[in-house]
């Protein structure tokens, strides 16, 4: 058998809108610095892309300009910093463009609401990361993958293909939330120089606009979404979003892999976040941690009360409306139930459950905001975490508990149902349980679920069982980044054969990654 020519080693630029600790308003930001992190420590070359945020620019370490790129859809003069992230030491290019990137919110106004300029901000950075990737930066690295993240750099395969024809990398595409789709006004496609025939609109429109995630999933070589089960779900009308057609048309380039998290980063035995470390091995130091939790959030210090966290969003995908009306109720069924909340959103319901925490004093507390350093302790601290979702594509908050040893309840859709076992009496006896679910998106449910985790919490020997075995489910990118790396393997082997008129030997081009 032929062998194939030598490849490159992989290069892969990871185009993403935020990127911890640079930039986050959620798990995109994390899955945006662990999974590169792990690629580059299986061996691959790996560099970074994202806006240049004020705070961005802030973090970087030694940040420099390496480049300008003349014509960024109008932009002028536009200096790429290239530095180093703080944590990783992964490169990093900065998109600097003060009038774009450097004030406000990353996506939002100070009053919640979508900025009117998101659709030029991401698609000059579209735009931008399109030209590095084609070398228009005089970068002397070129990547042989392009791995874009959420509809934020959904232009980034068609601007790629526009600027390189043929020749252009191989592109993936990661849809980390179908619900979030990039839509702006149709006729903003002429300021984004986007191309107007026919078969180029197909990939573009959705209910008469312009949709940056239907261009992702549209013009890239690859797609992958967050989980297994998710990449099933967004292929049918309750999850798809009005997209499900398409997805399923391209259902032989869909991948579904399961996220993963940092696992040193969130450890509880090694975290100085934390008022004591402790293990699966040894707990005790958990106890600490609740009583230092309590007296931080003026809860009643009680090491025997089940304490429930809720750490996320306050939406509707969280089930943050249904949580609000049912809480008093959760509370009102055993005196000693405390509750603490950390985490922002619609403000009806930050207001809803502000007012609860005071109608519960030293049962409740809610802290409206995030704050990095209070998330580990209060992983750390809890007992449950309550995480119910009308959706979920994977979520890293059920995996950060489960780490920390605090018991997540779930509804079993998407991520949750591939990352969580369900405490029935089976599972329970066959030591595999690590939570509980839920199925109905209802208070009753919810309700019921709250009841059968603390009903579990009173049976010492039973829990600390459960949270053995949650603490030790391996939830590292190692498997699911040598998944990512095997992909980008066959699309480069696909990419060779076509280039040499004949098949590539796979194994060879995986051999040499």
């Known amino acids: 058998m032929t062998r194939a020519r030598s490849v490159a080693p992989q290069r892969i630029l990871f185009a993403a809108s935020e990127i911890f600790p640079l930039a986050k308003t959620g798990g995109l930001a994390d899955v945006c610095a662990s999974l590169p992190a792990a690629l580059a420590g299986?061996?691959?070359?790996?560099?970074?892309v994202m806006p240049g945020y004020e705070q961005a620019l802030d973090l970087a370490d030694r940040p420099h300009v390496t480049a300008t790129l003349d014509n960024v859809l109008g932009f002028e003069?536009?200096?790429?910093?290239?530095?180093?992230?703080?944590?990783?030491?992964?490169?990093?290019?900065?998109?600097?463009?003060?009038?774009?990137?450097?004030?406000?919110?990353?996506?939002q106004n100070a009053d919640g609401s979508d900025r009117d300029d998101n659709a030029v901000r991401f698609g000059v950075f579209g735009q931008a990361a399109a030209q590095i990737a084609a070398g228009r930066g005089g970068?002397?690295?070129?990547?042989?993958?392009?791995?874009?993240?959420?509809?934020?750099?959904?232009?980034?395969?068609?601007?790629?293909?526009?600027?390189?024809?043929?020749?252009?990398?191989?592109?993936?595409?990661?849809?980390?939330?179908?619900?979030?789709?990039?839509?702006?006004?149709?006729?903003?496609?002429?300021?984004?120089?986007?191309?107007?025939?026919?078969?180029?609109?197909a990939g573009l429109g959705l209910h008469g606009q312009l949709s940056f995630l239907k261009a992702g999933l549209y013009?890239?070589?690859?797609?992958?979404?967050?989980?297994?089960?998710?990449?099933?779900?967004?292929?049918?009308?309750?999850?798809?979003?009005?997209?499900?057609?398409?997805?399923?048309a391209r259902g032989g380039h869909l991948t579904g892999i399961l996220n993963g998290i940092d696992s040193v980063f969130w450890d509880p035995s090694g975290n100085t976040r934390l008022a004591a470390r402790y293990s699966a091995q040894d707990l005790s130091g958990k106890r600490y941690c609740k009583n230092a939790l309590q007296r931080e959030l003026g809860l009643v210090e009680d090491?025997?009360?089940?304490?429930?966290?809720?750490?996320?969003?306050?939406?509707?995908?969280?089930?943050?409306?249904?949580?609000?009306?049912?809480?008093?109720?959760?509370?009102?069924?055993?005196?000693?139930?405390q509750f603490a909340l950390l985490g922002q959103g619609e403000r009806g319901l930050e207001d809803g459950f502000r007012s609860i925490a005071a109608a519960?004093?030293?049962?409740?507390?809610?802290q409206i905001g995030y704050?990095?350093?209070r998330a580990h302790r209060i992983h750390a601290g809890g007992d449950i975490l309550l995480h119910g979702s009308q959706f979920e594509p994977c979520?890293?908050?059920?995996?950060?508990?489960?780490?920390?040893?605090?018991?997540?309840?779930?509804?079993?859709?998407?991520?949750?149902?591939?990352?969580?076992?369900?405490?029935?009496?089976?599972?329970?006896?066959?030591?595999?349980?690590?939570?509980?679910?839920?199925?109905?998106?209802?208070?009753?449910?919810?309700i019921s679920a709250v009841d059968h985790a603390i009903w579990l919490y009173r049976q010492p020997l039973t829990w600390r069982r459960l949270q053995r075995v949650a603490m030790g489910v391996d939830s590292s990118w190692d498997r699911s980044a040598r998944q990512y790396l095997a992909l980008y393997s066959r699309l480069r082997a696909h990419r060779l054969g076509a280039a040499a008129g004949q098949d590539a030997d796979i194994d060879a081009v995986r051999e040499s990654a």
């Open 219 to 248: 013009f890239s070589d690859s797609l992958t979404t967050v989980s297994p089960t998710y990449a099933r779900e967004i292929q049918t009308p309750d999850y798809g979003y009005g997209l499900e057609g398409l997805v399923r």
């Open 77 to 107: 003069n536009v200096r790429i910093i290239t530095a180093r992230t703080p944590d990783t030491a992964l490169p990093i290019n900065l998109i600097d463009i003060p009038e774009l990137y450097r004030n406000g919110g990353i996506y």
């Open 360 to 366: 519960f004093p030293g049962r409740v507390s809610v």
């Open 395 to 446: 979520g890293l908050t059920q995996l950060y508990a489960m780490r920390f040893g605090t018991i997540p309840i779930v509804r079993p859709v998407g991520g949750l149902a591939d990352t969580v076992v369900h405490a029935s009496e089976q599972a329970l006896v066959d030591g595999t349980a690590t939570g509980v679910w839920f199925e109905e998106p209802s208070a009753e449910a919810m």
């Open 42 to 48: 299986l061996g691959a070359e790996v560099q970074l």
């Open 139 to 201: 970068s002397t690295w070129h990547p042989n993958i392009v791995h874009c993240n959420d509809w934020q750099t959904g232009l980034v395969p068609l601007m790629l293909r526009e600027l390189c024809g043929p020749e252009m990398p191989a592109t993936v595409f990661t849809a980390h939330n179908m619900m979030f789709q990039g839509l702006f006004p149709w006729e903003g496609r002429t300021a984004l120089r986007l191309p107007t025939n026919d078969g180029i609109e």
């Open 303 to 337: 090491e025997n009360a089940p304490l429930i966290i809720f750490v996320g969003r306050l939406t509707w995908q969280k089930m943050a409306d249904i949580l609000r009306d049912c809480l008093p109720a959760i509370l009102a069924r055993e005196p000693d139930r």
């Open 371 to 373: 704050c990095e350093d």
